[in-house]
């Protein structure tokens, strides 16, 4: 499955952007979707995760309450919105396809190419 990401953009703290990550391909519905992001400087991060079926998710700690990860299998999209945003949600967000969910980016066999999500103080 090939992945593309999109939405980011400069944003002001406090405020939502919603990144979509689309798929190709006929298996996209057999796989858990997860979005990763990168900070300068920093390792790659898993943020939220989501199950083949939607009834799944998975958050990290510092994205619970504020971010909202779905997906739309007859559209082979899955999204993440993000509110109350803070400058330290700046990086690079990569969405990630896999068996099941997880925490390490090494269980992910398809990446996207990622999207810069920008928030100024």
């Known amino acids: 499955v090939q992945l593309q990401a999109s939405g980011g953009g400069l944003v002001q703290a406090g405020g939502s952007l919603r990144l979509s990550c689309a798929a190709s391909?006929?298996?996209?519905?057999?796989?858990?979707i997860s979005w990763f992001r990168q900070a300068p400087g920093k390792e790659r991060d898993f943020v939220a995760g989501?199950?083949?079926?939607?009834?799944?998710?998975e958050y990290a700690d510092s994205v619970k309450g504020r971010f909202t990860i779905s997906r739309d299998n007859a559209k082979n999209t899955v999204y993440l919105q993000m509110n109350s945003l803070t400058p330290e949600d700046t990086a690079v967000y990569y969405c990630?396809?896999?068996?099941?969910?997880?925490?390490?980016?090494?269980?992910?066999?398809?990446w996207g190419q990622g999207t810069q999500v920008t928030v100024s103080s």
């Open positions: 990630a396809a896999g068996p099941v969910y997880s925490y390490r980016a090494s269980d992910y066999h398809s």
């Open positions: 391909g006929r298996t996209f519905s057999s796989y858990a």
């Open positions: 989501i199950s083949w079926s939607g009834s799944g998710t």
